[in-house]
């Protein structure tokens, strides 16, 4: 190996021991609020109050049993909306839905159901990050007992987002290592991109996400320049209200009506450096780089869990094998 693949080397085991000492409850500010949603509510109901807390997913609570009862997420939504187009004249049905009925909609829909994968928070972070990619989960629930009642807390959830941002900030001194081109990594997915364009309908991106198992489409233009992204969370505000017949409108409309704080768009090239990455990282709230030449043209997608599985397992693959 060359002197860059050993730095290379020499960095990813770097991170990777600074995840196994520490925890996943190492991730969490040292206060934060946690939404937790009852699962007797109704859908309709759920999307509003994500909206007004400016948060994309929430964890559901049992309250007859009192239990963690899984993670509410974008899935959900999409999920909804490919029963409603299956069963259009049951608009009626659908408003009345509640978040306990999301298993019995999966099952209508005949979608195999996520698994829902918890971790403890004292337990190292390593083991948090191989079930997420084990199961492609982007957020993981921390779920402890509590100590006098024997009962389930949910403590928080930690994302894919949080936990590179995590290692990001704590680890300057080995992703500085990282000086391979992603291009010449191969990191992401060059091939066979979904793309779709600002005049596709919205349910044609949604239809394009769930055929592809993908969070996020490219729009471009007929240049293949790159325009925008099209997410699952933008999914949430144009259902609001149960809204279903508005996912006609196009792209473009649904993009406009994007919250103000809107994360952004991020984009590199195929000759940045993985270092780089983890910069912008650092320094934003990303969630996932689209490569693009010289001239805006797409040519990439690099997804969050593309970098925390190159992190992870580049160069273990045995250790993949056993997962
Ligand atoms: P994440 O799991 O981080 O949310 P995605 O679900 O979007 O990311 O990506 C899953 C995999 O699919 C990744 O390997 C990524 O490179 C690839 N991918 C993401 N978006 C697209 C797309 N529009 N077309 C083709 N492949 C994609």
């Known amino acids: 190996p060359s002197p860059l693949d050993k730095e290379q080397m020499q960095g990813l085991r770097g991170i990777r021991e600074f995840l196994k000492v520490r925890t996943s409850y190492d991730v969490l500010p040292l206060s934060f609020r946690l939404v937790v949603l009852d699962n007797d509510l109704l859908i309709k109901k759920s999307l509003n109050i994500l909206i007004q807390n400016g948060i994309v997913s929430a964890p559901l609570w049992d309250s007859r049993n009192s239990a963690f009862a899984g993670l509410l997420t974008s899935t959900d939504y999409i999920n909804v909306i490919q029963y409603y187009c299956q069963f259009p004249d049951q608009l009626n049905q659908v408003d009345q839905f509640r978040l306990c009925n999301l298993r019995d909609i999966e099952k209508a829909i005949g979608v195999v159901p996520l698994e829902t994968v918890s971790v403890h928070p004292m337990r190292p ?21 509590d100590d006098e009642t024997g009962r389930e807390t949910v403590v928080s959830v930690i994302t894919q987002y949080r936990i590179l941002k995590f290692i990001a900030v704590n680890n300057e001194q080995h992703t500085m290592l990282l000086k391979k081109p992603v291009g010449e990594l191969g990191l992401g997915t060059y091939t066979n991109l979904a793309t779709a364009t600002m005049s596709s309908s919205v349910l044609d991106v949604i239809h394009l996400m769930v055929k592809h198992n993908i969070s996020a489409v490219p729009i471009v233009d007929q240049e293949y320049k790159l325009l925008n992204v099209f997410e699952a969370v933008d999914v949430i505000p144009c259902i609001k209200g149960g809204a279903y017949d508005e996912l006609s409108a196009t792209v473009g409309e649904a993009i406009s009506r994007r919250a103000e704080d809107f994360a952004g768009i991020y984009t590199c090239g195929e000759d940045d450096r993985l270092d780089s990455i983890f910069d912008t990282i650092r320094k934003s709230r990303v969630h996932r780089l689209i490569v693009i030449d010289d001239d805006s043209r797409l040519k990439g997608i690099i997804s969050l869990s593309d970098v925390l599985k190159y992190v992870l397992l580049h160069g273990e693959e045995d250790d993949s094998i056993r997962g």
Do not use: G, N, S
């Not at 972070?125 to 007992?145: F, S």
């Open 125 to 145: 972070l390593y083991e948090a990050c191989r079930r997420m990619l084990k199961t492609r989960a982007r957020r993981i629930p921390l779920v402890d007992t």
